[in-house]
């Protein structure tokens, strides 16, 4: 059976299609204004007898299309465990937000954190930033990890720490070293979510933020583990939504 | 049937008349989209129903009756304060308004923002002239459970007078002696402001009202025991937050009636959900009407509520006053004994909430807690850890939440919700 998980993301929405355990497609377009069209056209251009919904978005797919949905918590750690077996642990850092998720040995949710409300440390801050000091998104961690020292940023909230790099920028700090310091803050976020829940190995880095490399580098460095990352880590949920959606109907 | 102006009522209680408008016009949609569209409600419900209607109608101008024949209405915002003195003269006691999000620029031109919201809701309330019941108090009563009320009673005290109760902060001997004395000085308050004695008569009279309302409350909680549960979590939780502020008389037979309702439901199988689904126990900080926030995205993501562990809930129900008391003294020594019993996060230590959350857990078959502490509410939010380790080790799974009156988090809340419930089906 062809199944499909659709993640409705804050930025960009997901659809991968399984069979028989592999992943056989998977599409991505921006969640722009209007999702639910976004989501219409990225179906068109498949096909699947079965679909399941994920992400922020769920519940406007859900009432739409009457179809099942899970949580993004339960599709990362999913598809997470599909891809990665030994998988105790997930850092999923998407558009919006940050989750930390502990697997038990069977691949259930044990526990979970995510963030309250604001959106501090997650891609739409990194984009923000990234804006702010000249950077695209693909070369911000690049740049990031040109420098060994860091300046360090006190703001987490997304506009606070805007007007703290531009007023480091103001001072003549290093651009690749205020970037760097950008860095380091989300790790130290991350790390408190990811604390809470446990660190047990092995850990699984996943979300559209996981593509970005100093990151990776630094959760690797300040955990002294491995930190494995899919070719796509952005597409993890929707990959995880497909294979629920496999053993759905068993 | 044709709505009564109350206008000129609230006008003579010095209500802001078109803020007011506003507040029913959002409480009206609110109830209509949370409450109404629930399905196969009990039709005990419609009294509730009636009585939301008619909260700041009907039921006010019952109070200005009541007044107008000399007897005093007492405000309150405390499961601590005794109703029983209360009712012993004559008098009315009912909760004030701190359930929603209103009048914050008001409130923070007094108090710091990065207050609990049912503190800063109810000097909004009163600040913003929005709250019918503070205007027809003749009394406010507060209590010490927590620094930000206690210290914002100060201030309330400058727009309403206010008359505060210290609560002990440990459970001693010497913590029954000043509570004794705190029951004493209030019962000669009550006595002062109503021009009439308590009597050894009104008092055992004031005591069975108190517990019979009481009583009622029990049968509805032991009726939510049954699987499925014959009555929602969000309409359970309603029958709690209208016990503070309706005649208790009337209330009591109300709920007696739909207690029968639910006992057939409950012979007969009927419930409100299906039989599988998950059993959740709220704990924690209480909810004011109208802050449905939490149990409305429990029950709208596939799982019923079946307790409150709470003041609107467990903690204002689970004991009742000893009704064997002869004498003054002895009804006054049953008092503070029954108010010395409850669990409040304001004691220290206070181990035997962690054995009353686990307790009922058991009891309700619930599959998960959630455990829920107003934002800046210390004594809920700090006890949260100890709450959490003790179900933990029941292997009872948790779920703490931190929420104010505001809806821009309900978004990620019915995410962390739904996660939970899907941990707690397995």
């Known amino acids: 059976m062809r199944t499909a998980g659709i993640d409705i993301g804050s930025r960009t929405i997901k659809l991968v299609v399984v069979e028989g355990g592999e992943m056989v497609s998977s599409l991505l377009e921006e969640t722009s204004h209007d999702p639910l069209e976004q989501c219409k056209r990225l179906m068109g251009q498949t096909y699947f007898d079965r ?3 994920t992400g922020y978005g769920r519940h406007l797919f859900e009432i739409q299309f009457d179809v099942p949905i899970v949580t993004e918590i339960k599709a990362f750690a999913r598809g997470a465990k599909a891809i990665f077996p030994k998988c105790r642990t997930v850092l999923d850092i998407g558009g919006q937000d ?14 979970f954190e995510m963030n309250d409300r604001c959106a501090a440390g997650t891609g739409i801050f990194l984009e923000v930033i990234a804006k702010t000091l000249g950077y695209n998104i693909d070369e911000f961690g690049i740049e990031a990890m040109k420098v060994q020292e860091n300046v360090q940023i006190n703001s987490m909230c997304t506009v606070f720490a805007q007007s703290e790099v531009t007023s480091l920028m103001a001072r003549g700090k290093k651009r690749e070293e205020i970037a760097r310091g950008v860095h380091q803050a989300i790790l130290t976020r991350s790390l408190s979510l990811l604390k809470r829940v446990s660190i047990e190995k092995e850990i699984v880095f996943a979300g559209g933020v996981a593509r970005n490399p100093c990151l990776r580098f630094l959760l690797a460095e300040t955990l002294g583990e ?10 993890i949920g929707a990959f995880g939504a497909a294979m629920i959606a496999q053993e759905l109907g068993k | 049937m044709e709505q009564k102006d109350y206008r000129p009522m609230w006008k003579e209680l010095g209500l802001n008349l078109e803020g007011h408008d506003q507040l029913l016009a959002v409480l009206g949609k609110a109830y209509k989209d949370i409450y109404l569209s629930q399905e196969n409600r009990p039709k005990g419900m419609q009294y509730l129903d009636f009585v939301i209607s008619e909260a700041h109608g009907l039921r006010i101008e019952e109070l200005m009756e009541t007044k107008k024949k000399g007897n005093k209405v007492v405000g309150t915002f405390c499961v601590y304060v005794p109703e029983e003195l209360i009712l012993a003269v004559g008098g009315t006691c009912v909760g004030l308004c701190a359930g929603a999000e209103i009048g914050i620029d008001e409130a ?13 809701s109810f000097m909004g309330f009163k600040l913003a002239g929005l709250c019918p019941y503070i205007q027809a108090s003749d009394l406010v009563v507060g209590e010490t ?3 930000g009320k206690k ?7 400058d727009y309403k007078e206010t008359y505060v109760m210290e609560i002990p902060q440990m459970k001693t001997e010497r913590d029954r002696a000043l509570w004794r004395g705190e029951v004493v000085q209030f019962k000669e308050k009550v006595e002062e402001i109503a021009g009439r004695r308590i009597t050894p008569e009104n008092l055992r009279q004031g005591i069975k009202t108190a517990n019979d309302k009481r009583r009622a409350l029990q049968r509805l909680s032991t009726l939510r025991k049954a699987i ?6 969000l309409d359970a939780l309603l029958v709690n937050q209208i016990a503070f502020y309706d005649d208790p008389l009337r209330f009591t037979k109300s709920i007696q009636a ?21 059993r959740i126990l709220m704990s924690g900080s209480p909810m004011a009407v109208p802050n449905w926030k939490i149990p409305f995205i429990v029950e709208t993501s596939g799982a019923i509520v079946v307790a409150e562990e709470s003041c609107v809930g467990e903690r204002s129900t689970r004991d009742l006053v000893k009704e064997d008391g002869k004498t003054l003294d002895d009804m006054i020594e049953a008092i503070v004994d029954r108010y010395m019993k409850i669990d409040c996060a304001c004691f220290t230590p206070n181990e035997e909430r962690i054995g009353h959350i686990r307790d009922l857990a058991k009891e309700f078959k619930a599959d998960g807690v959630i455990h829920y502490n107003i934002q800046f509410c210390t004594p809920y939010s700090m006890e949260a850890y100890k709450v959490e380790k003790g179900l933990q080790q029941k292997g009872i799974p948790t779920l703490k939440i931190e929420s104010d009156y505001g809806m821009e988090d309900a978004g990620q809340l019915k995410t962390r919700i739904e996660a939970f419930l899907e941990m707690v089906r397995g």
Do not use: F, H, M, W
Request: hydrophobic share 35%; aromatic share 2%.
């Open chain 1, 51 to 53: 679909i399941l919904a």
């Open chain 1, 98 to 111: 940050t989750k930390a998720i502990a697997l038990d040995e069977k691949g259930s949710v044990s526990r």
């Open chain 1, 226 to 235: 491995k930190i494995l990352v899919s070719p796509n880590p952005q597409l």
């Open chain 2, 108 to 120: 923070e031109k007094v108090l710091p923002r990065n207050t609990c919201a049912l503190i800063k």
């Open chain 2, 145 to 147: 459970t927590c620094d």
């Open chain 2, 151 to 157: 210290k914002a009673y100060e201030i309330l005290n």
């Open chain 2, 228 to 233: 499925p549960s014959p009555i929602s979590g």
């Open chain 2, 258 to 278: 739909l207690c029968d309702e639910l006992e057939d439901r409950a012979k007969n199988g009927v419930g409100v959900v299906k039989n599988r689904t998950p």
